[in-house]
């Protein structure tokens, strides 16, 4: 999700494209990634399983490395777009600022 002009460069209307590309972004990796990851240990932790009756610990074990994976990249595009959104709240501050 990087980009490679620096935000600070950017006017206010490409820095709120880009935060919402970025959100867009992290919806789908949350429909993509997250929701069949979590699905997958879910379906695997149920009493009537549909995959198997027993699954191996290690099976287990993959699903719940992958649903952590998943949220700790989850996690780094969150931060990423807290950013973003604070570099626009302190745009729109200056600009404000700068028009009275």
């Known amino acids: 999700m990087a980009i490679e002009r620096p935000t600070r460069r950017m006017t ?8 919402e590309k970025c959100s867009r972004d992290l919806i789908e990796h949350f429909i993509g990634t997250v929701l069949p990851n979590v699905s997958d240990i879910r379906d695997l932790s149920r009493p009537v399983r549909r995959r198997s009756h027993y699954p191996t610990l290690v099976a287990i074990h993959n699903a719940l490395r992958r649903v952590q994976q998943t949220g700790q990249e989850t996690l780094s595009d969150l931060e990423y777009l807290q950013e973003q959104l604070q570099e626009i709240r302190e745009h729109a501050r200056r600009e404000r600022i700068n028009r009275r």
């Open 12 to 19: 206010l209307r490409q820095q709120l494209t880009h935060a």
